[in-house]
């Protein structure tokens, strides 16, 4: 399971997430910050912009969405 932060509620069963990760460049050693947007499925009520969510890959469900939300980060 993976941690993202809800950037947008597009529609009734679709949010916006951004995932945050650390790469590191290998001619020179730095670190680099980057994220990833995704669309991922919402089944869940109650969610809000700025909630951190706990999602996984699944079959897919349209074109651009890939990705479930299971539930929110405890």
């Not at 009734?12 to 991922?40: M, R």
């Amino acid at each position: 399971m993976k941690v993202g932060k809800i950037l947008s509620m597009n529609s009734l069963f679709t949010a916006k997430i951004s995932v945050e990760y650390i790469e590191t460049n290998i001619k020179y050693g730095k670190s680099l910050k980057k994220q990833k947007k995704l669309t991922v499925h919402n089944e869940i009520e109650g969610l809000k912009i700025g909630d951190y969510i706990t999602y996984k890959e699944c079959p897919s469900i349209s074109k651009t969405k890939k990705h479930v939300i299971i539930g929110l980060k405890v």
